[in-house]
Structure formats: C-alpha cells, structure tokens
C-alpha cells in the first residue's frame, strides 16, 4: 500500500520541531550575563554571537532552498534537525568563547535546513486560502518556545550554571526529527494550488524581479532587525536598567512572550484570512498596521515609568507577534511551487542580513558607547519602515485561485 501524506500529523511534528529550534535559539539571550561573568567578553561580542549564528544560517539558505526545490525536502528537514540537536549536545564541551562561538555557529547551519523548508513543505499540504492560520500555527511554536528559553534558561542557569539549560531540548529534538521521517510521504509540489504560473512567480531570474515577494520580504526583514535586538538585549534590559533580578526578568519577560505570542499569532492567522476573502492585499495590510500599532507600546517600555515595562511591553508584542502568519503567508503565496523553497531561502538570507544578524551587534556596540535603552531606539525606526514597505506591497499582493478561475473558464471557451 502507498504512503500518503497525513498532513494533521505532519504539521504537528513540524511545528514540535520549530518549538524546540526556538527554546534552543533563545536560551542564549536568557543566560548572556552568565556568560559574560565567566568570559568578560564586551557587549558588542555578546551580541557578535547572535550575529555570528544568523550569517551562517542565511549564508546557507539559498543552497538549500535550490537543493530543497530538487531534491527530498522530508531528509534535508531530518538532516538539519539532528544536526543542531547535537551541536546543542556540544555545549558540554564549551570552555571558552571561541568554542561558544563555533557552537553556536554549528546550530545555525542545522537550523536553516528546517526554518528554510518547513513552510514550503506546509504549503503543500494546505490550500492558499488556509495557509495563513496553518502557518499561524506552525509559528505559534516561536513564542512559546522563545518563552520557555527565556525561562529554563533563566531557571536552570542560575542555578545550575549557563550550560545547563541547553542539554534540555537534544535529545527530542532526536526524537521528533526520526517520528518526522516515518510519518508518510512527501507531498507532491504544487499539488493544493491554482496559482498563476507566471514567469515571477516560476523562475529565479522572474523571482529576481517580483514585487509582491520583495516588499513582503524586506517588510519582514525591518520587523526582524527589530525583534531580533530586543529578544537578544530585553532580559540582559531589565536587569541592568531596571533592577529586576536575571531569573525573574527571564521569568517575567518570557511569560508575555507566550502569552501575547500565542494570542497575537492565532489572532493574526484567523483574521488575515478572514480579510483575505475580501481584499488579496489583507497579508499586507494587516502586516503593516500590526508594525505600526507596536511601536507605541516599546516606546513607553523603553523609555516610560518602570512600572509599567511588562504591560508596555506586553502591548508591543501583541502586536508584532499579530503579523506572523499573514506575512509568512504573503511570503509563501507569491511565488509557485516550483521555485517556494529557493524564494524562502532567498527571503531567510534577506531578512536575516537586513535584521537579526545586524541589530544585537549594533545595539550592544551603542550599549558600550552609551546605555542599552538608546540603542533600543533603532528597534523603533525599523518598526516605521518596515510599514511604509507594506502599504506599498498592498498593490502587488498576487490574485488569488478563486480570483483566477473565471479567467481561465472564459480562456477555455
């Protein structure tokens, strides 16, 4: 009997494995001032490692992404998987920052395997008008399993020394990758859309050259140099700017991080496709808005009354988190089978050179040369462009099948 693919179960390993990517990624930033206490390094160091993890994991995207679009996306995914499972092992054997720094180095490489070809893989087992809440879902895992970073780490690594709380998502991440594996077959590309086929949307000379891609990409790209500073900086923030022990800071922070990542996420998914029904551009617009809507609250976290940081902050990343599975999905519906896991990886390697693999460096540099809340202040003015790219990207926004087929019947007769 044939294997086919389940795609409930499917979207359920991969989503458990995005959890555990995303524990692993952000138990860094939970345990930084550990690190420094053992090896001095400066804050612009600090944020060197973040920034060391996201070039190779963008340097790799592309390769992969090509590879992925010819090759069996279900064993490149398992590959990537047990690979920085056992990087993650290796921190045992981490002594120095150097060997820090090639750890985390060996974790970004097996990461962008999976990050890279996970959506494209999803796409293929749900149609357009779904991908924005089963997206959502597979990207509920980053709030979650950022929120648990921050607090095992937070946890564990004050009490237990900075190393300990890496050991903790290893070995499942061993076994989730192999249950993935023999879940079912691969679905087949394309098979749950109608889109057009267009050169654009087709070819990576056309990919070269499609603006409903770019603008959803370099829009994406602002929001992760934002996103990607405060996550590096925001409990290493509170302790050092506002007092608040590193355990409860972890404690505290990842608890909204959960909290808003999980309501802002399914909230976005659920209304990105409700609007979809009425306008192609909802993933755009509803993006920009969400970035804009931001902003208000990290100014008054960054900048207000003390008291009120957790619920400044909180607001903020309702916020940000409400336009994860509408841009995703913009991201994923403007390009065609054929080429979705290249673009992805052309998109990884964009929004991470563009973002989270320049912003914790900038603002710990600007951290030595002042204090850590100005250099929070270049998070805000990515927030800003990266709305007016959206608004522009609206009028580019693909049309959809249902959009499609009276053309096609009218074409037929």
């Known amino acids: 009997m044939n294997r086919v693919p389940r795609p409930a179960l499917v979207l359920g390993l991969l989503t458990a494995l995005n959890f555990l990517n995303y524990i ?19 804050d612009t160091a600090l944020g060197a490692l973040t920034t060391v ?9 592309p390769a992969i992404g090509f590879l992925a679009d010819r090759k069996s996306r279900k064993m490149i995914i398992t590959i990537g998987a047990v690979v920085w499972s056992a990087a993650t ?10 060997e820090l720094l090639v750890r985390h180095t060996v974790v970004g490489v097996g990461e962008a395997t999976f990050s890279l070809i996970a959506p494209a893989y999803i796409a293929d087992l749900y149609p357009e008008e779904r991908r924005g809440r089963v997206l959502a879902l597979f990207y509920l895992a980053i709030p979650v399993g950022a929120a648990l970073g921050y607090i095992i780490g937070g946890a564990l690594g004050t009490t ?3 190393r300990s709380p890496f050991y903790v998502c290893a070995i499942p991440g ?45 829009g994406l790209a602002m929001m992760t140099f934002a ?19 590193l355990d409860k800071a972890n404690y505290y922070f990842g608890i909204i991080t959960v909290i808003d990542g999980l309501a802002g996420t399914a909230v976005g998914g659920w209304l990105g496709d409700l609007w979809l029904k009425r306008t192609r551009s909802a993933y755009y617009l509803l993006s920009a808005l969400s970035m804009l809507l931001a902003i208000p609250g990290a100014l008054f976290a960054f900048y207000g009354n003390p008291a009120w940081i957790f619920l400044s902050l909180a607001g903020a990343e309702f916020f940000l988190f409400l336009n994860t599975g509408p841009l995703n999905a913009a991201i994923v519906n403007s390009v065609a089978a054929p080429i979705r896991a290249t673009a992805i990886g052309v998109n990884l390697f964009t929004i991470h050179l563009l973002g989270d ?19 929070f202040s270049i998070t805000l003015i990515a927030l800003v462009f990266s709305a007016i790219i959206l608004f522009i990207g609206m009028r580019f926004a ?5 959009e499609q087929q009276p053309n096609l019947a009218g074409a037929s007769a």
């Open 227 to 245: 996103m990607g500073g405060i996550s590096a900086w925001m409990p290493t923030f509170l302790e050092r700017e506002r007092g608040i022990p």
């Open 24 to 42: 692993d990624r952000y138990i860094l930033p939970a345990v930084q001032p550990l690190v420094k206490q053992e090896f001095h390094p400066s």
């Open 160 to 162: 237990h020394g900075w």
């Open 398 to 402: 693909p049309p959809l099948s249902s």
């Open 89 to 98: 092992l290796l921190t045992a054997i981490t002594h120095n920052f150097t």
């Open 357 to 375: 693999a320049l912003s914790p460096t900038i603002i710990g540099a600007i951290s030595d040369r002042s204090t850590l809340r100005l250099g």
């Open 174 to 218: 061993f076994i989730v990758a192999f249950a993935f594996y023999f879940a079912g077959a691969e679905p087949t590309r394309g098979a749950k859309e109608a889109g057009l086929l267009t050169v654009e949307r087709t070819t990576f000379h056309g990919l070269l050259r499609n603006p409903a891609f770019w603008t959803a990409t370099l």
């Open 53 to 61: 993890f996201f070039i190779f994991y963008m340097c790799c995207a």
